[in-house]
């Protein structure tokens, strides 16, 4: 049973292009977590999905940032006009239910320059 | 009141020794404190977690200590070593969803 799977793993993108970060959960789960990590601090809750409904977005920027978690597919995380500041490691985790205890994915490097 | 304070930020220990990290919380709804444990270019790893009706856990060699009364959870690596060199990371929920984590501790264990 394949993990988490995000992709890329490591994004370049330029100062004002879009962003697109995929996550695929485990096989069976429908939550799906995104989690932002700065260089040398914790995680940062974002978002938090069921298939087709944002449950949680109170951690997301108010703007130029999206989640989505389509019937069918990956669940994306998109950042619109990227800035310097969104450099950062992005997380995925999936549980099969309102669950505690999420698997993570091994994470996508955002790189902007 | 959202916040997990750890510390500390970084530790040294050798091989063998008990390396002791610390964290601590204000909102008394979160029930559930888990650990995690994440290599550099990895994604974090659930270690092992508690909720507030117990205060120890054992698995393995790793233990959590909770305090409910002084909103304090630690975590305990008993036998430490060079293999446990890793960020550690506490973290607190409350009703499911959301994780709000510590800064996270840097562990060496020197052989």
């Known amino acids: 049973n394949a993990g988490v799977m995000q992709n890329p793993r490591h994004l370049v993108r330029r100062r004002g292009q879009e962003a697109r970060l995929r996550c695929s959960p485990m096989k069976g789960h429908s939550h799906v977590y995104w989690y932002r990590q700065l260089p040398e601090e914790g995680l940062k809750f974002m978002v938090y999905?069921?298939?087709?409904?944002?449950?949680?977005e109170s951690g997301m920027p108010k703007e130029r940032f999206s989640a989505e978690f389509p019937k069918e597919g990956p669940s994306i995380l998109r950042i619109q006009q990227v800035v310097r500041g969104d450099s950062a490691a992005y997380f995925c985790?999936?549980?099969?239910?309102?669950?505690?205890?999420?698997?993570f994915g091994s994470g996508t490097r955002l790189t902007v320059v | 009141q959202q916040q997990v304070k750890q510390s500390p930020q970084s530790l040294i220990v050798q091989k063998g020794g008990i390396p002791i990290i610390n964290c601590a919380y204000e909102n008394t709804a979160f029930d559930y404190f888990p650990w995690y444990q994440q290599f550099p270019g990895k994604g974090p790893a659930l270690l092992i977690a508690?909720?507030?009706?117990?205060s120890e856990k054992k698995e393995g060699r790793f233990t959590i200590s909770f305090n409910k009364s002084a909103k304090q959870f630690s975590l305990h690596i008993m036998d430490s070593q060079p293999g446990d060199s890793a960020t550690y990371f506490c973290a607190a929920s409350a009703q499911g969803g959301k994780l709000i984590f510590g800064q996270g501790t840097e562990l060496s264990v020197k052989p």
């Open positions: 985790a999936s549980s099969p239910v309102l669950d505690y205890g999420y698997t």
């Open positions: 508690i909720r507030p009706d117990v």
């Open positions: 999905l069921q298939k087709e409904n944002i449950i949680d």
